[in-house]
T-cell receptor
């Protein structure tokens, strides 16, 4: 059974204070690892897909990296508008089911 | 505008009264899915569909039914709702689940908050 564990559950940063969110996963053959952002009361919004160990993707202040057992979402010089819950999900090869982690709730204080 | 729509957005019902939550997408996506989101448990997949007439169970399918008779619609049916199905439900769609990265990007609807008394 696929599993996704995200840490920390909550993170409070000062504006400009860089940090990383962790996503540890177990899956029988990785088809893709996904990062989403979710604002309160809204549906998740897609950020990145990573396919293989060593892959990196960037978008504005966010950078996602992938190893064989975990992924990191690095946030550089965050702003208050980056406050949200960040979700990690995996999909295994050979099937279409997607498994999400519980998420990391990020708060960036001005 | 490309979007996933869900109706209703809010619903309060009573135990045992059959209900349907509709989901529709206007992006010609093949893959559609239903999730429920509960505090401390995160997003859990209920059912998904690879294409018309092709559906499969996710992690928590008990008590739910789905159908995919048209590519754009994927309704979620609760034949006999119970209080433990009180939750926030999301429908999502994507082009497909293989190939370029855009195939895997899921677009989520705004959510349906269901309360079963």
């Amino acid at each position: 059974e696929d599993q996704v564990t995200q840490s920390p559950e909550a993170l409070r940063l000062q504006e400009g204070e860089s940090s990383s969110l962790n996503c540890s996963y177990t899956v029988s053959g990785l088809r893709g690892l996904f990062w989403y952002r979710q604002d309160p009361g809204k549906g998740p919004e897609f950020l990145f897909t990573l396919y293989s160990a060593g892959e990196e993707k960037e978008k504005e202040r966010l950078k996602a990296t992938l190893t064989k057992k975990e992924s990191f979402l690095h946030i550089t010089a965050p702003k208050p508008e980056d406050s949200a819950t960040y979700l990690c999900a995996v999909q295994g090869r050979g099937y279409q089911k997607v498994t999400f982690g519980i998420g990391t709730k990020l708060q960036v204080i001005p | 505008e490309a979007q996933v729509t869900q109706n209703p957005r809010y619903l309060i019902t009573v135990t045992g009264k059959k209900l349907t939550v509709t989901c529709s997408q206007n992006m010609n996506h093949e893959y559609m899915s239903w999730y429920r989101q509960d505090p401390g448990l995160g997003l859990r997949q209920i059912y998904y569909s690879m294409n018309v007439e092709v559906t499969d169970k996710g992690d928590v399918p008990e008590g739910y039914k789905v159908s995919r008779k048209e590519k754009r619609n994927f309704p979620l049916i609760l034949e006999s709702p119970s209080p433990n199905q009180t939750s926030l439900y999301f429908c999502a769609s994507s082009l497909g689940t293989s190939g370029p990265s855009s195939y895997n990007e899921q677009f989520f609807g705004p959510g349906t908050r269901l309360t079963v008394l």
